[in-house]
């Protein structure tokens, strides 16, 4: 399918790929032949880019991405590999049964980079704090609910624990209480009148504000977007579907991610007696050297994980 209409700006910096180069290291075992690679995570292409250049031609590349701009960027972006690659726009969630639509039942290795691009921060509704825009935040604007619709309908407790959980912040209690007594009034239904509602109950200096909202916004981007349980879904599928040598490799940015990942390869780790599939090629997460983490803010947090389905 092609989704060249959707996106026409090419010069635009789309996002800042972190740890690409190992990440794909790390994907592609050189002692498999014929490799078809799932890039789950495809955003401005960084990661794609880089795999393509090791296929060889009998090799194949399957971009998938919620977001239809990422994928009519990076086609454009690799128009020069396109005889390899097959563009999916739908959930990494749903792996195994999106790749049998292509009739593929095995794969060599696939790649998550988890979270936003920056286009995505920077430029679609919903996801920044910095811009007052509407309250979206769909990845994928064919999922029903906005984060607006959420904050607006979720009872308190849910809203409590969702910014417990998922943005890891205390006292969460406080907040779920002053949405839901600015909901009982007027609807929620832009970035700016949630940071108003976050202003009228908190104190912040400035640089402790703009922590708080990031804190706040994730927790809300992660539950529109559903993004544990998609973790949890690709994670289950790979298992299935990898070949023996196949790779695994997750970029993850959020510490319940990053548990999810470590707990999941720690649980499949194949063992003396013969039980699990998996062995875990990073003993501990790798992370971004200094110079990476100086010219991309961003990948400060990022750590990475791979392992090899042996059986
Ligand atoms: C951090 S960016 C990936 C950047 C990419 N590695 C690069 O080099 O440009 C994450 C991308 O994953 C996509 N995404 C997040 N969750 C997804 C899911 N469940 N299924 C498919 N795509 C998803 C987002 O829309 C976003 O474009």
């Given at each position: 399918m092609i989704y060249s209409n959707q996106y026409n700006d090419l010069e635009l910096d789309f996002h800042i790929p972190v740890l690409s180069h190992k990440a794909v290291e790390y994907l592609i075992?050189?002692?498999?032949?014929?490799l078809i690679i799932v890039?789950?995570?495809?955003?401005?292409g960084g990661y794609s880019e880089i795999i393509c250049k090791q296929l060889q031609n009998s090799g194949k590349l399957i971009c998938f991405d919620k977001d239809l701009n990422a994928l009519s960027f990076t086609q454009k972006r690799l128009s020069w590999c396109q005889a390899k690659i097959e563009f999916v726009n739908?959930?990494?969630?749903n792996l195994k049964e999106e790749l049998n639509k292509s009739?593929?039942?095995?794969?060599?290795g696939i790649v998550l980079d988890l979270g936003l691009s920056s286009y995505q921060l920077e430029k679609?509704?919903?996801?920044?704090?910095?811009r007052n825009t509407p309250l979206d935040m769909r990845?994928?604007?064919?999922?029903?609910?906005?984060a607006s619709d959420l904050i607006n309908s979720k009872p308190r407790r849910e809203l409590e624990i969702m910014f417990s959980y998922?943005?890891?912040?205390?006292?969460a209690g406080r907040l779920a209480d002053l949405i839901a007594e600015k909901r009982k009034r007027?609807?929620?239904?832009?970035t700016g009148e949630l940071i108003e509602v976050i202003n009228s109950g908190y104190n912040l200096s400035k640089s402790g504000a703009y922590d708080f909202y990031s804190k706040i916004f994730q927790a809300l981007r992660i539950a529109v977007n559903n993004e544990l349980e998609n973790l949890r879904d690709v994670l289950n599928d790979s298992l299935d579907i990898l070949e023996e040598g196949g790779r695994l490799v997750v970029v993850s940015y959020h510490s319940l991610e990053d548990r999810m990942v470590k707990n999941f390869m720690r649980d499949n780790k194949a063992t003396k007696k013969g039980d699990g599939k998996l062995k875990v090629l990073t003993k501990k997460a790798l992370t971004p050297g200094e110079e990476e983490i100086k010219e991309n803010?961003?990948?400060?947090?990022a750590k990475l994980r791979a392992a090899e389905k042996i059986k």
């Open positions: 075992n050189p002692s498999l032949n014929d890039d789950g995570t495809t955003g401005g739908g959930n990494f969630g009739g593929i039942d095995r794969i060599s679609e509704d919903g996801f920044s704090y910095m990845a994928d604007i064919r999922d029903k609910e906005t998922y943005g890891e912040i205390g006292n007027r609807k929620i239904e832009t803010r961003r990948s400060r947090s």
